[in-house]
């Protein structure tokens, strides 16, 4: 019997279930599949969306089908189509984000490549790839509990929960019907019925974050453990004050805890960049923008002057997804207006309604909207939105200010602006880091500020403008540094031709917010009652017209803008009151006038804007025309191009030019050419004939009474005019010179140079180029003479010719040989100083810092030396000049002993004389030295600047000169020489001259400067003459030799700046033998170089003319010559006094 109960009541129980299965699978997944039908619509119409380019409208219907996804499948979807419209709206980092999310729901997901874009192609393998790195490595660090597994059931979700529900209740009603104690009844198999829920442990730092499960608020914070979770997938949401919404996918298993570990972010600041060349200008209205993002909130572009209506969708994003079904419930009320709404009429600000007191908020929302509905209702669902996006999204403004660009004094809107935010901002003016002022204490946070700049403000290009939170400071934008400009005066009247000052208790300035042309005008300055401002500026020129527009708010007749001329108020000339911009013409005559105008108030009282504006001045002078060239110094050439230039004012379009001969006209040059006031007359009329009393003709082609003539000036034909040679010329053979002349008119491009001695010609090169310049190479073949000059001639007609001067050619000087270099060895030399030669030809070297005499034959064969560092006998401190007279007794100046030499010319000391001092016969680091034909001795007493003679013992004799440049007197002498007259010629170094002296010491006369020119100097410092008295001179710091005659006549120059053969390197001492040949001591280059005369034995008869060519080269190079002293001996102290 008890069995049949037991029976009976196991019956009763599986008709009971089966009945709550039937209901279970037939009527609850109809509302399971309502919501699916919802989702899938809203997909639907966001890919329609998507397919029309509208990527925002799309990712809201997408997103609000994310809200009402449950299965898997539906998720994904949602999350995939999500990702496709943010890279579609260049949002990469959402959409890859979103993809993760798409795999991460159903890892399976694949895409078809053929209808996506390589790059999102590879984006999605890319963080597929990602997605199943990360499954197979098992890092979920936030879900801790083993993840259920997944039933599947035919007909939805919903369906599934009531089934395992059923289960559950059919297993606990069994168990008690039954009333068993075994295992039979769904327990564990000691009566403990099995784990039904499982929990979850959610943690986050910060701690206190809201725990939203499955959308629903749990009414708790982190950190907490969510209890009876029933098994499966769920979806743990954080949100908290001040950081990013973070959302986790956790599985569930019975019986068990999952653990949730977040770590909230802060939300991400983005600076948008100002456009490149922004610049503000003083007085002028500018739109200051900005946008907001903040945690929580999605990013949302609204384009600028998009309205109300995006800025409230684009608001409700900020809400947290789980605060957002009503506010998206009332959206899709007004958008079922919107068609009705679009015909009625709006108000005159262009608002569609107002926010009224008395208006009733929808009960309900259906499919349909009623007729009945009023649009005050949509409007008070508007002001609801408002206040629930303020209340409610979590929003710091975090973006920089859109500064506007201005674009022809306009202001043109740059770019779009992000608006999520809707509280109050404050945003002030810095200057680098210097705050300037407060441009508004608070203005609400809609992205947009008007502002006129204030005018006061200097220029500079480092302004920013910070916009914050009125209600937390440390919440701010700040923008990258821009440019804020005065508008110059002159720019802002239009006319830069004037010169504009302002003055009075205020300056006026330009600005841009009022004006009549060109995008900005002059404003007079802030005054108060009883002050002026004023702007003035001289006009020059007429008779004319000045043409102004002013305007000016004040004061009807008490605060007036006035226009004086030269300080007299003009009659009818004033405004006050509310005058528009209206155009004042003022009449000039010729002259200069000062102009002003001036904004003035009386002792009380302001109205308007207390101010008068000024803009587009022009000065517009009467037709006249001036001609600026030929002037009465032009001198035109026939045959040749002319150049007329004037200047002219009105509006004269076309002018004729005419050509007259006193007052006679010559020819038309043109009958008709643009006034822009130059003409080119291709060629002067070679027929015309010359002239002084040539004058031009401008006129107006439309007005012969308009016009102006030149000055008289100068026609003629062709000309060739020689500029070089001159007669006071003197070439050398040898001697690279420049032939040069000018030319005038149609002379040919190519000319013949002809070379004349006298009548007759010599030389010639044709056809050379007629650029003005002929480097001629002087050759040997030419003889000496003072009757030579060149003719330049035209290569086409020899008729037009130039002819040079007359001027000397002398005999040049050519390299024979050399010896030494730098050692101590025989032969060889460390600083030689001075040279001299015997009878025989044989040659004295004073090696100075071998301290030594060297003697070698004429062509530098070493014979003998003698001397050794010392004061004894034979000994030398630094010898330095050297002499030989007519028995062959040698001469040494020893340097550092402070006296003079004499040994035989074969190296035996003879007798020595002198010491230090300044007394007769005493020295102070003499020089040079030399004997004349009769024995007498002369020495150049260098440190006492004076000229001491001796007898061949060294008995004193006379004595000259002192310090100075005066006639006689001598800076520094270094080197001296006697003549077969007995004349006496020093170098006078320090003063970079010659100096000629009777035996006695009376001034002769004296040559030479300093430069580089012939006949002068850089340093003079050895002297010698020849048979005939010629007179040789090393300029040492130009690096040449120079010939003269005995009164001082240039002959000729050889050497430049070098070390080979004829180069110098600083000449130091020189002497000419019995033959003419020029021996040199070439100081820095350790050597002798020996020279002669260039020989003209073999020159050609004079009938038969030598062609000469062109030299390429350069006629000297320039030379750079590190740390050399002016005084080469830099070891010797010289105490000047």
């Not at 956790?250 to 610049?279: D, K």
């Not at 804007?609 to 110094?633: A, H, M, Q």
């Not at 050439?637 to 006209?665: E, F, H, M, R």
């Not at 040279?835 to 090696?847: L, Q, R």
Request: with cysteine.
């Amino acid at each position: 019997m008890n069995h049949d109960i037991f029976q009976s009541k196991l019956l009763i129980i599986s008709v009971i279930f089966l009945f709550i299965l039937l209901i279970s699978s037939d009527v609850l997944p109809k509302n399971n599949v309502s919501a699916q039908r919802d989702v899938d619509r809203l997909i639907r119409e966001g890919k329609d969306l998507y397919k029309n380019g509208e990527y925002r409208e799309a990712i809201v219907k997408f997103l609000e089908a994310k809200d009402l996804a449950r299965t898997r499948e539906e998720i994904s979807e949602v999350y995939f189509n999500l990702s496709t419209a943010y890279y579609a709206s260049n949002q990469s980092v959402e959409a890859k984000q979103h993809l993760q999310k798409s795999l991460e729901t159903l890892p399976e997901r694949t895409i078809d490549a053929r209808y996506y874009s390589a790059d999102f192609v590879e984006m999605f393998n890319e963080t597929k790839a990602e997605s199943i790195k990360l499954k197979e490595k098992e890092k979920r660090p936030i879900v801790k509990a083993k993840p259920a597994v997944e039933k599947k059931v035919k007909k939805g979700g919903g369906g599934l929960l009531i089934i395992l529900g059923v289960l559950v209740l059919g297993g606990g009603a069994a168990a008690f019907l039954l009333g068993g104690k075994g295992s039979d009844g769904g327990g564990n198999g000691n009566g403990t019925p099995a784990a039904v829920y499982g929990s979850i442990q959610v943690l986050s730092s910060p701690t206190g974050a809201q725990v939203f499960l499955d959308g629903s608020d749990t009414g708790s914070t982190t950190n907490t453990t969510l209890t009876n979770v029933s098994p499966g997938s769920h979806t743990v949401d954080l949100v908290m004050e001040g950081y990013e919404d973070d959302q986790v996918f956790v599985s569930v298993t019975a019986g068990q805890t999952a653990t949730v570990s977040v770590t909230l972010t802060q939300p991400t600041i983005t600076v948008l960049e100002l456009p490149i060349g922004t610049v503000w200008t003083t007085g002028e209205g500018v739109e200051i923008k900005w946008g907001v993002s903040g945690s929580g909130a999605s990013q949302a572009v609204v384009s600028t002057g998009a309205g109300l209506d995006p800025l409230i969708n684009q608001g409700g994003r900020a809400l947290s997804r789980f605060q957002r079904r009503s506010f998206q419930e009332r959206r899709f009320l007004r958008s079922a207006l919107k068609e009705r709404r679009s015909s009625e009429d709006v108000d005159s600000y262009g608002n569609r309604g107002m926010l009224s007191s008395n208006t009733s908020e929808p009960q309900g929302i259906s499919g349909e909207i009623s007729s009945s509905v009023k649009e005050g209702d949509i409007v008070h669902e508007r002001a609801k939105d408002i206040r629930d996006i303020k209340r409610n999204s979590r929003v710091g403004i975090i973006n920089a200010p859109v500064v506007p660009q201005i674009s022809s004094g306009k202001f043109r809107p740059s770019g779009d602006i992000r608006v999520l935010g809707l509280s109050n901002v404050k945003i002030d003016l810095y200057k680098g880091s210097t705050f300037n002022q407060t441009i508004v204490s608070s203005t609400e946070n809609d992205g947009s500020y008007l502002w006129t700049v204030d005018p006061s403000l200097a220029d500079g290009t480092d302004y920013k403008v910070r916009i914050l939170s009125t209600s937390d400071s440390s919440v701010y934008g700040e923008s990258d540094a821009f440019e804020i400009n005065s508008v110059d005066i002159s720019e802002a009247v239009d006319n830069s031709d004037l010169a504009w000052s302002t003055g009075g208790d205020a300056d006026w300035f330009g600005q841009a917010g009022s004006y009549y042309y060109d995008g900005d005008a002059l404003q007079s300055g802030a005054v108060s009652d009883s002050q002026l401002s004023y702007v003035q500026t001289t006009v020059t020129g007429g008779p004319g017209s000045l043409n102004f527009y002013w305007k000016v708010s004040s004061e009807n007749t008490f605060d007036n803008l006035t226009f004086y001329v030269d300080g007299v108020e003009v009659p009818n000339y004033q405004i006050s009151g509310e005058v528009d911009w209206e155009q004042k013409t003022y009449s000039i005559g010729g002259g200069s006038y000062l102009v002003k105008w001036e904004y003035k108030k009386d002792s009380s009282l302001s109205s308007g804007s207390d101010c008068g504006w000024l803009d587009k001045v022009e000065l517009i002078l009467d037709n006249t025309i001036t001609i600026t060239n030929p002037t009465s110094s032009t001198t035109w050439t026939k045959g040749n191009p002319a150049d007329i230039t004037w200047t002219s004012t009105g509006s004269i379009t076309n002018v004729k030019i005419d050509l007259y001969k006193g007052i006679t006209l010559q020819e038309t040059i043109i009958s008709s050419t643009a006034n822009d006031g130059t003409y080119t007359w291709a060629q002067v009329n070679s027929t015309l004939a010359d002239g002084t009393d040539y004058k031009v003709r401008v006129s107006s082609t439309t007005d012969s009474g308009v016009y102006d003539e030149s000055d008289a000036f100068t026609i003629e034909g062709r000309s060739i005019t020689v500029t070089s040679p001159t007669s006071a010329d003197i070439w050398s053979t040898g001697q690279l010179v420049n032939v040069t002349w000018t030319s005038s008119g149609a002379v040919s491009n190519y000319v013949d140079l002809d070379v004349y001695k006298g009548t007759t010609l010599v030389g010639y090169a044709s056809s050379i180029d007629n650029d003005g310049i002929f480097s001629w190479l002087v050759d040997s073949f030419y003889v000496e003479g003072t009757d030579y000059k060149i003719r330049i001639s035209d290569d086409t007609d020899a008729s037009i010719y130039g002819e040079s001067g007359i001027f000397t050619l002398n005999h040049g000087y050519e390299y024979v040989h050399q010896w030494g270099s730098y050692g101590s060895v025989d032969a060889l030399f460390d600083d030689p100083c001075d040279v001299a030669v015997d009878s025989s030809g044989n040659v004295y070297v004073t090696d100075s810092t071998n301290h030594r005499i060297q003697k070698f034959t004429s062509d530098g064969t070493f014979l003998i030396n003698w001397g050794s560092n010392g004061s004894g006998d034979g000994q030398f401190s630094f010898p330095y000049g050297v002499a030989v007279d007519s028995s062959n007794y040698v001469y040494v100046v020893d340097y550092g002993n402070h006296r003079v030499q004499k040994f035989t010319s074969g190296g035996t000391y003879v007798t020595q004389w002198g010491s230090n001092g300044s007394g007769d016969g005493q020295f102070f680091y003499p020089q040079g030295i030399a004997v004349d034909n009769i024995g007498y001795v002369y020495v150049c007493d260098a440190g006492n600047d004076r000229m001491q003679k001796f007898t061949s013992t060294g008995l004193f004799v006379i004595k000259w000169g002192s310090y100075g440049s005066g006639d006689g007197q001598f800076n520094y002498s270094t080197g001296i020489a006697v003549d077969s007259n007995r004349y006496v010629y020093v170098a006078d170094q320090g003063n970079n001259r010659i100096q000629k002296f009777y035996s006695d010491g009376t001034f002769a006369t004296k040559w030479g400067s300093y430069g580089s020119g012939d006949g002068q100097f850089d340093y003079p410092t050895g002297i010698a003459v020849d048979s005939s008295n010629n007179v040789y001179v090393s300029d040492s710091f130009n690096d040449r030799i120079q010939k003269f005659r005995p009164d001082g006549t240039w002959v000729t120059k050889w050497g430049s700046f070098g070390s080979l053969d004829g180069e110098f390197n600083w000449p130091e001492g020189l002497t000419v033998d019995s033959f003419g040949y020029v021996y040199v001591s070439d100081f820095y280059n350790y050597r002798i170089q020996k020279f002669q005369a260039i020989d003209t034995s073999s020159s050609l008869s004079l009938n038969s003319p030598r062609i000469i060519k062109s030299y390429l080269g350069p006629i000297k190079s320039s030379k750079t010559r590190p740390n050399k002293s002016r005084t080469p001996l830099t070891r010797r102290p010289r105490n000047k006094k």
